[in-house]
């Protein structure tokens, strides 16, 4: 089967008054047709560009795609015009984004934002537009459909904008759906409604879905795989078992760790210690030996090769060589 | 409901105008009879009880009020036989004229090369745009005027020079009149329109497909025209009024010539009559622009809250 996306050891810098920043390094990932794909990081660590370049929505002015590739459907799309782009944008490939508030135009109705790809990519007259655009609004569990039609978005809660948001973005039944924090923005109560909306549409459509978050809990449930990303760089990756019960890199053992415990309340919250680095200032070697608990001299000099834990498992470290080495000792 | 609260508030704020300008005008030396050569003390003291300038100031304050509220502005001192109002009536119509030309002529011109320069922005169609805008702005009109006489009246003898005599006579003193806001309008645009770009909801849109001429005009566009449209208001009013400058350079018997020279004749009528005038129109254009404003921009209701 081949992949739908596969993101090939992409390096991505952006044009800063301060130089060349280089905002992702050497990222490999593959999403296949059908299957949630999670991205989970601290703020900063570049997940969302990493989603947006994807897309290439990332200023084109201000970005440099310095390495790698991006397969869509074995395609590269690194070197397509964004004319091209737009083909593939809203039609096979869509994304939602963490800010409700303020992804949707202020002056346009919700009608008139959700016709319009449907417009652009299926060529329907106007009616038919409207059909489509209300059975999409009660799809997503908006409450009176036909109103929402003729609403702007300022007269909407969040909750209801994401919703329409993601009817935007399932318009045109895109093949892979970006979901970049999707309920970020959001209480609790709406993020378990708007993440059901999701499961149940990705199963009706069939579609692949990245979502990227911050989130722990959200990944946990709604994820197949999963990609640990640190400082511009996936340090590891497996199925939601392996990470969640058999994390090998320390950093997703510390992120684990961080999580509260409903079973030991008196337990005290641990955290990663230190922050993560400035992306001008970037360690040599490993970019997390500064916080790791298990840093090593090899951690400071060179960048950690990439070990294999079990099938599909891999994470990026020194801790395997260094055990291997001690093994082999007398 | 709105509109009546509006209008009221207008009346209110012309009142205080008349109440201020009558104020400074009288704290001005010298009276409209006032010459070089003294009059008699019998002339003078006639021709002031013809015109009331006699009486003590809050009498002809008071007088003057009570007529401007029937829209009567009283007979101008100078031109005897004439009216305020005659003078209004006869020469607002040229300058109207000529100031909506330059109007649609700025922002025509000034929003389709803001959006260019926004579309092309950092090329060297943008530099170059911006350059002229700048121009534009600092460009004085009567230089301006002066240059444009030079080079379509005498250099390539195309259009006529100077008087207002039909279309032909319009549009030299139209464009000296309309750089200005043309490039005004034009810095307005491009930069309203590159901050709308940046916005969240236009990345939402290019990650459905939509192409770039969508993008500007559809969606960025309408977000960006607001601070156009606030700055349309007075420019509308400013323009139709006339400008002493071009209609003294061109000779166009316009009412900004006479905006002036009242002035300098203590004409005190017409200084208030066209003070009143201007004023009104300023405020009757801001109300216009007030219930654009709405339609523009659906989170923007009549009584000028902000929501959402």
Known sequence: ?330 | MYLAKRLAGACVVLWAIITITFGLMHAIPGGPFTQEKKLPPAVMATVEARYHLDEPLWSQYVDYVRHAAVLDLGPSYKYPGKTVNDIIAETFPVSAQLGLISLFLAIGAGVLAGMAAAWYKNTWIDYTMMVGATLGVSVPSFILAAVLIQLFAFTWPILPAALWKGPAYVVLPALALAAQPTAFIMRLTRSSLLDALGQDYIRTARSRGIGTRSLICHHALRNALLPVVSYIGPLAAALMTGSFIVETIFAIPGLGRHFVTSIYNRDYTVILGITIFYSFLIMMMNLLIDVIYPLLDPRITMDGKKEG
């Open chain 1, 1 to 330: 089967m081949q992949a739908l996306l596969d993101v090939r050891h992409l390096t991505i810098s952006f044009h800063t008054y301060r130089g060349l920043l280089e905002a992702v390094h050497d990222v490999s990932l593959t999403v296949n047709p059908g299957e949630t794909v999670g991205i989970v990081g601290e703020s900063g660590c570049g997940k969302s560009v990493t989603s947006q370049a994807a897309m290439k929505l990332l200023p084109a002015e201000a970005t440099e795609y310095t390495g790698g590739q991006i397969l869509w459907d074995g395609r590269d799309v690194i070197p397509l015009s964004e004319t091209q782009m737009n083909r593939l944008r809203g039609r096979d490939m869509a994304m939602i984004f963490q800010d409700p508030m303020t992804s949707l135009n202020p002056v346009l109705t919700i009608g008139n934002q959700l016709c319009e790809g449907i417009a652009l990519h299926q060529h329907l007259g106007r009616k038919a537009c409207e059909a489509k655009a209300l059975e999409l609004l009660r799809a997503v569990g908006l409450t009176s459909p036909e109103k929402r039609l003729h609403q702007y978005p300022h007269e909407l809660s969040g909750g209801m904008r994401q919703r329409c948001l993601i009817a935007m973005a399932l318009s045109c039944s895109p093949r892979l759906l970006f979901a970049d924090e999707p309920t970020t923005a959001l209480d609790v109560t709406t993020e378990a409604q708007v993440l059901d909306v999701l499961k149940r549409l990705q199963a009706e459509l069939g579609m692949a879905v990245v979502l990227i978050s911050h989130n722990l809990g959200v990944i946990a449930q709604m994820c197949r795989r999963i990609y640990v990303m640190y400082a511009g760089a996936i340090v590891e990756e497996g199925t939601a078992d392996d990470i969640f019960y058999r994390p090998a890199h320390p950093y997703t053992q510390g992120l684990l760790a961080s999580l509260p415990d409903p079973a030991q309340k008196d337990k005290a919250l641990t955290g990663i210690p230190g922050q993560a680095p400035d992306l001008f200032h970037m360690p040599e070697g490993c970019r997390f030996y500064p916080r790791c608990p298990q840093a090593m001299k090899a951690c400071m000099t060179a960048a950690p090769p990439r070990e294999e834990a079990g099938p599909g498992h891999h994470y990026t470290c020194w801790l395997a060589q260094a055990a291997a080495a001690k093994e082999a000792l007398p």
